[in-house]
């Protein structure tokens, strides 16, 4: 073949056509015409409207994973929340009962703190008043302890009541607390009245488990019942006449025994007792005498 007949012409593959700038001229004017006419005539808003439409199912679908994770975030917060204002009412109810608790017990120290003044008031024998520390540990004895000693003027054997009857009575004086053996040990005794039949007797403190007394060495024919109130005789000179001590709540009248077994619960709280009042025995030590000797008078005038 004859090299003048050969076709030079670039295959269809290798044609350009119209270059590349002239085409970008060309789409920019058409899409600022658009968009020219779309901001004057909104001649795409029902295409855009049903691509939205379109779109939309997918855009749902893509946006469940985070939705899915805000809402689990909202049930763990809000569970949290809960908690801790669950936690936050708790702490306030406990805050409150302790209040109320503390409100119950400065009434009733109150209540007792008034009745000790008016039992002051009607008692003429001369006391001050006084804090239970705490009770004695030693399980055989029943004594408590004040915070008032010999600095305040507690003196020995001096009796020691609350706003209910006798309690004990200060045993041991120390310069800043002292003890109180209560009615109810075994080693302690106080002369009683009956305030019905006016019959005197002993009661000593009960040695078995129960704080009791026990009104000993009366006849078992004698007049006593059950609920007798039994208060100071004031016979002993240390506590004053008067005073309630105790309550009949038992009679054991035996045919082999000449005395009665009468038990007796003591009317003052010989237990949990908070507040008490000391009171000055009725007999005070006698003091000695004090003579002045006589002193000669020199007549007026008279030698040296």
């Not at 305040?152 to 004990?168: F, N, R």
């Not at 006593?224 to 100071?232: A, F, H, M, N, R």
């Not at 005073?243 to 619960?265: G, M, Q, W």
């Not at 709280?269 to 000669?296: D, F, N």
Request: aromatic share 6%; proline share 7%.
């Amino acid at each position: 073949m004859p090299l003048g007949t050969l076709d030079r012409n670039p295959p269809p593959f290798f044609k350009q056509g119209t270059s590349a700038l002239t085409k970008l001229i060309i789409f920019s004017f058409i899409s600022m015409a658009m968009m020219l006419a779309d901001q004057r005539f909104n001649i795409v808003q029902p295409a855009r409207w049903v691509l939205s439409l379109m779109i939309y199912p997918v855009q749902w679908v893509a946006l469940r994973p985070q939705v899915a994770w805000e809402e689990l975030g909202d049930v763990f917060e809000g569970k949290q929340d809960v908690l801790d204002a669950l936690q936050a009412a708790k702490a306030q109810l406990l805050a409150q009962s302790v209040r109320s608790t503390q409100l119950e017990q400065l009434e009733l120290e109150n209540h007792h703190l008034r009745e000790l003044l008016d039992l002051r008031q009607r008692i003429a024998t001369p006391a001050m008043a006084a804090e239970v520390l705490y009770e004695a540990g030693d399980p055989f004895t029943r004594k408590m302890v004040l915070d008032k000693g010999a600095i305040s003027g507690v003196v020995q054997s001096s009796p020691v009541m609350d706003e209910l009857g006798i309690l004990g009575q200060i045993t041991r004086v120390h310069p800043l607390v002292s003890e109180i053996t209560l009615v109810t040990d075994r080693e302690h005794s106080i002369p009683v009245l009956n305030t019905r039949t006016g019959a005197r007797g002993v009661a000593f403190g009960e040695s078995g488990g129960a704080p009791l007394l026990e009104l000993r060495y009366m006849a078992t024919n004698a007049d006593i019942e059950i609920d007798d109130v039994l208060t100071t005789s004031g016979v002993d000179g240390v506590y004053p006449p008067g005073i309630p001590v105790a309550k009949v709540v038992k009679i054991e009248r035996r045919a082999d025994s000449v005395f009665a077994r009468i038990l007796c619960e003591s009317l003052a709280r010989v237990q949990g007792a908070k507040h008490v009042m000391v009171l000055s025995p009725v007999k005070l030590p006698i003091e000695s005498p004090h003579i002045e000797r006589a002193v000669p008078v020199q007549p007026k005038g008279g030698r040296r």
